[in-house]
């Protein structure tokens, strides 16, 4: 690290030899600072290390062989301890990439590493503070590329009012990425989330969760599960590229639950969309849904599937499959088209071009090109229309203008042969 423009400021307000202890028998003590005011920077302590050493060695007496032998056998650190500094890193330019404040900050000279306890400052991004931090200590390398925090992390982001929880941050400016992890905890109006680690990309206002991420929205009321879940922040958008489980709440039970590999949640307009074995579990009436890709609308509680669907009424035995669909949640009616397969228990069937099903009047009403097939009596019915309930066999076919229903009886040896 390099001080703006070259300097740097050593303010002593008391001095007194007592406190930092030299392992070596040469000294019995160097120096300590109190009510020190360092606003400095770290690749200037090793001179003033060395210097304090020159300036400030007592009792020095002659080593003995052994003495010498143990000390060259043995590590020495030799620590300055100061009180009341204010750490600072700036970029090429002069601009500041950091300010951490504390009440005491100690140097290192072998690992050429600087400490400060329960430090607080700033993040700079551009010059323009990013994020204000506070945590238990701070660790600061000698190359000034980064800056690390331990124990009890609080990180705002004042400009959104994003605060990051934890037991670890790592602050890399030259990568505009800040790294919290280690019980992660995420708040804002918007969202909120537990994981293992959160990255922060600072500049593309983009934030990735991995590890056990649970995210919970207040609107819609929802909550997502995965292990790795992308937050667009500026795009209020959540993009899930791994499995993924959202459930729907309302008045804090769940509604709707829904899967797949891949996911994208929009939370302006409260949109939700399921990729890749997408699947959609409905409490009421029990009804479960399955494309490719569904597009999940919670504000109008609408789905909506243009890709082959599949949607199964567990308490009526029946599964449709058709081309596309969607279903009105509320009024619990579903509109398929294209290839419409109506399947019941009893493997009875019922073929069509478009399928109306309202699921709470248990109401089947088909147009186009339609063949109603059943077991038991076989029957083949072929007609334009066809209305009734598919469970019970109780279906009505009818033809269009001109045209007349065909009914087919198909004797029993014969359904035997085929």
């Given at each position: 690290m390099?001080y703006?423009k070259?300097?740097k400021?050593l303010?002593e307000?008391e ?5 930092i ?11 300590s600072?109190?009510s020190?005011k360092?606003k ?8 003033i ?5 020159g300036?400030?060695?007592c ?6 062989a052994?003495?010498?032998?143990d000390?060259?056998s043995?590590s020495?650190e ?7 500094v ?6 090429e ?5 950091w300010?951490?404040?504390s009440?005491k ?10 400490k ?7 993040l700079?991004?551009d ?5 204000q ?11 000034g590329k980064q800056l690390?925090l ?6 705002t ?7 990051l929880?934890?037991?670890?941050l790592e602050w890399?400016p030259?990568?505009?990425l ?6 992660l ?5 918007q969202?909120?989330a ?5 990255r922060?990309k600072?500049r593309e ?8 991420v649970?995210a ?6 929802m909550?997502?599960r ?18 993924i489980?959202?459930d729907?709440?309302n008045n804090?039970?769940i509604?709707?639950?829904g ?11 409260k ?6 074995n ?7 009436p ?5 494309s ?13 599937a243009?890709?082959p669907v599949?949607i199964?009424q567990?308490a ?9 669909g969607?279903?009105?949640i509320?009024q619990k009616i579903v509109n398929?088209?294209?290839n419409?397969?109506a399947i019941?228990q009893r ?5 069509s071009?478009?399928?109306?099903w309202y ?15 059943q077991?038991?009596?076989?029957l ?12 019970t066999?109780n279906?009505?076919?009818?033809g269009g203008?001109?045209n007349?229903?065909?009914?087919e009886i198909?004797?029993?040896n014969?359904l035997?042969r085929?």
């Amino acid at each position: 690290m390099n001080y703006q423009k070259g300097r740097k400021k050593l303010r002593e307000n008391e001095t007194k030899p007592s406190g930092i202890k030299q392992s070596s028998p040469q000294f019995c003590s160097l120096l300590s600072f109190n009510s020190l005011k360092l606003k400095a920077n770290w690749y200037y302590l090793p001179l003033i290390f060395l210097l304090i050493i020159g300036l400030v060695a007592c009792g020095r007496s002659t080593p003995t062989a052994s003495q010498s032998n143990d000390a060259d056998s043995s590590s020495q650190e030799s620590n300055l301890t100061f009180f009341d500094v204010t750490l600072e890193q700036a970029d090429e330019v002069g601009r500041p990439l950091w300010r951490v404040q504390s009440k005491k900050a100690t140097y290192t000279q072998e690992k050429q590493i600087g400490k400060a306890e329960n430090p607080y400052g700033e993040l700079y991004q551009d010059g323009k503070a990013i994020y204000q931090i506070k945590a238990s200590q701070a660790e600061i390398k000698q190359d000034g590329k980064q800056l690390f925090l331990q124990g009890n992390i609080v990180a705002t982001d004042p400009s959104n009012g994003i605060i990051l929880r934890g037991n670890e941050l790592e602050w890399r400016p030259e990568e505009d990425l800040l790294i919290v992890r280690n019980q992660l905890k995420g708040t804002h109006k918007q969202l909120q989330a537990v994981a293992q680690e959160a990255r922060v990309k600072t500049r593309e206002q983009r934030m990735e969760f991995s590890g056990g991420v649970v995210a919970t929205s207040a609107d819609p009321q929802m909550q997502l599960r995965t292990e790795h879940l992308i937050w667009q922040i500026q795009e209020e958008k959540l993009i899930g590229d791994r499995p993924i489980q959202i459930d729907r709440y309302n008045n804090n039970q769940i509604t709707d639950r829904g899967r797949g590999d891949a996911a994208e949640v929009n939370l302006k307009t409260k949109i939700a969309t399921i990729k890749k074995n997408g699947q959609l579990d409905i409490a009421d009436p029990p009804t479960q849904i399955t494309s490719d890709v569904m597009t999940w609308d919670m504000n109008a509680e609408k789905v909506t599937a243009n890709s082959p669907v599949r949607i199964v009424q567990s308490a009526e035995n029946v599964t449709v499959t058709a081309n596309q669909g969607e279903m009105k949640i509320p009024q619990k009616i579903v509109n398929v088209t294209g290839n419409v397969n109506a399947i019941g228990q009893r493997q009875q069937t019922l073929r069509s071009n478009r399928l109306t099903w309202y699921l709470d009047k248990k109401l089947l009403e088909a147009q186009g090109n339609i063949v109603y097939r059943q077991i038991d009596p076989p029957l083949n019915f072929t007609g334009d229309t066809a209305v009734g309930n598919l469970e019970t066999e109780n279906i009505v076919v009818r033809g269009g203008t001109g045209n007349r229903v065909v009914t087919e009886i198909i004797p029993q040896n014969a359904l035997i042969r085929n």
